[in-house]
């Protein structure tokens, strides 16, 4: 069987969990906005948690099922419809022959995955399944995928055990501006005490200038000791380099090296939630251990894993009961 | 080797930093405490960045912590010193000077008070180590640009530089390879692509490389474009 990109949406991609392995060579790891989105929704589906998928950035595609297949949802709360009846997100549904699965826009949040339970028939690109379009890596030649665009699907699995288990509950209310945990960077040192107080005791807002490279923060000027350089070093997700204009905030698909000090970097329980962060969006830095921010990591797993067993174990009782 | 300092960056990555300094015997150590890691197979270690003083590791923390992986790079710097270390290329960059943009290499020569000619032979005169790879797929980051040309950036970057061009920015020379926003003078434009995803070695030149740059005629530009701009070294 296969799906049928109708509507392109905005920026709609493959993507997994990262292209690891040539950042030595410049080439961006890119791979899912949100991996924790990525490994939810292909749990719900019962797949390995870096199975590729369908990221959607903005509005959403519209895809067209020729089979029957089980497929999830998750990351922004996005407005998704099946046969134009509205359907959740964080929740498995089982699509067949003809279905009509439309990504509409989000109210809130900037990227979310389809995954299904099935393979794509696409190939990896460098041990790959992530698309990078400014390198043209990628299964679909590096680019977005177009209306019309076809993927076979294979190791199809039609249903799936306790469909009506399948749902992660609804998530904490939103707080109007959000915390994100960071550990102390490798170039602390650059700035003044003062210009370290500037980042941690006050919030930022993520600026229009916000792609999949990085998010730029609009706040108050921080306080170098001699100047925001630093002589080029390599970059990871979730680094906040501080240049003389603003900080940014690196996303998935960042450049491997940078010329400006790095202050701080997004623990990686944190990293998800940071990627859904929209221009307007205020956020304060707390700073954490490393022994906080393993805890946290820690109690992310524990909740997949715990989820993964209740979507696949025999028996009746969930611990997922609304 | 020379001491270095190790500290996270976030929790799924960590920084091993040397004496801050641009210098071959400190990109020498980088490069062996790179090849040391690669060599080791840690489990858990995803990516190695090499740059001119630091090299981070993207490691899995679900499946090693910071202090096992610490650790790990501490017994690896320990090991000896071998007398052989593996040698960079020469690698041999063909390039046809003063193309795309004429009225750069002509402001470079200006600016050095030199002719066009002796901007080219200064150029080409030189040998040119990588100290790193970064910033795009495949841009290197050359060393030794010879004082004469050194010419501050355009006041106006340009918003798409072809692929392939030959820059002189500041003190530094480079290639662009791909198409790409740039404030660099460019002298020059090679036919070899440095970075080509259809490849299976998709970026060409390596950190520990070094690149002599020689000037080609039109057709012989156009003869190595043809032939995929494919380069033996």
């Known amino acids: 069987m296969h799906i049928t990109i109708r509507e392109s949406g905005a920026l709609t991609t493959v993507q997994d969990a990262g292209r690891y392995g040539y950042q030595g060579q410049g080439i961006p790891l890119s791979g899912a906005m949100s991996p924790l989105a990525m490994k939810m929704a292909n749990i719900l589906v019962g797949n390995p948690v870096n199975h590729p998928v369908i990221e959607c950035i903005g509005t959403g595609p519209e895809i067209e099922f020729s089979g029957a297949v089980c497929f999830a949802v998750c990351g922004g709360s996005f407005r998704v419809f099946l046969n134009e009846q509205p359907i959740e997100t964080n929740r498995t549904y089982r699509a067949k022959a003809a279905d009509l699965l439309k990504i509409a826009n989000a109210p809130r949040g900037r990227s979310c995955v389809i995954a299904f339970s099935a393979d794509f028939v696409l190939p990896a690109v460098y041990g790959s399944w992530a698309t990078d379009i400014k390198s043209g890596l990628g299964p679909n030649r590096g680019g977005k995928l177009q209306a019309g665009t076809v993927i076979e699907l294979t190791e199809v699995r039609s249903t799936l055990p306790n469909m009506d288990r399948r749902f992660f509950p609804p998530g904490t209310p939103d707080p109007g501006f959000t915390v994100l945990r960071v550990i102390e960077g490798p170039n602390a040192e650059s700035f003044s005490e003062k210009g370290r107080r500037t980042f941690y005791e006050n919030a930022f807002t993520v600026s229009l200038q916000s792609d999949k490279m990085g998010f730029r923060l609009e706040g108050p000027a921080i306080e170098t000791v001699q100047g925001n350089d630093i002589i080029s070093s390599g970059l990871c997700d979730g680094a906040i380099q501080v240049t003389p204009d603003a900080p940014i905030m690196m996303m998935k698909n960042h450049a491997t090296t940078g010329g400006y000090a790095v202050i701080a970097a997004v623990i990686s329980a944190d990293f998800s939630k940071a990627s859904q962060l929209m221009p307007g969006d205020r956020i304060r830095f707390r700073k954490v251990s490393l022994e906080e921010a393993q805890e946290a990591l820690r109690k992310q797993n524990a909740y997949l894993l715990a989820a993964e067993r209740e979507f696949s174990r025999k028996g009746i009782l969930g611990i997922f009961r609304k | ?233």
């Not at chain 2, 960045?49 to 610490?70: C, N, V």
């Not at chain 2, 795309?100 to 080409?124: C, F, Q, R």
């Not at chain 2, 950036?153 to 002189?168: K, N």
């Not at chain 2, 970026?203 to 057709?219: E, M, P, W, Y």
């Open chain 2, 1 to 233: 080797m020379y001491e270095f300092v190790i500290k996270p960056c976030g929790d799924a990555a960590l920084l091993i930093q040397f004496e801050q300094k641009i210098e071959p015997r400190i990109l020498a150590e980088v490069t062996e405490i790179s090849r040391r890691i690669d060599e080791a197979h840690i489990p858990g270690v995803l990516d190695r960045i090499p740059a001119y003083a630091t090299l981070m590791i993207i490691y899995d923390p679900d499946r090693i912590s910071f202090e096992r992986l610490q650790k790990r790079i501490r017994d690896l710097q320990e090991l000896p010193v071998q007398t052989e270390s593996a040698a960079g290329r020469e690698v041999h960059i063909p390039v046809l000077y003063g193309s795309p943009y004429p009225e750069d290499l002509k402001h470079v020569a200006m600016h050095a008070g030199l002719s066009e000619e002796e901007v080219i032979g200064i150029h080409t005169a030189g040998a040119y180590p990588v100290y790193m790879i970064g910033f795009l797929p495949g841009f290197p980051y050359l060393g030794n640009l010879d004082s004469r040309i050194h010419t501050p950036r355009r006041t106006r970057p340009r918003t798409a530089i072809r692929a392939g061009s030959v820059g002189i920015g500041g003190k530094q020379t480079g290639i662009y390879p791909l198409t790409s926003p740039g404030g660099w003078h460019i002298i020059g434009l090679t036919p070899v692509r440095l970075y080509d995803p259809s490849r299976s070695e998709p970026v060409l030149l390596r950190s520990g490389d070094t690149v002599h740059f020689h000037a080609v005629s039109q057709a012989e530009f156009e003869s190595i474009e043809k032939s995929g701009g494919a380069l033996c070294i």
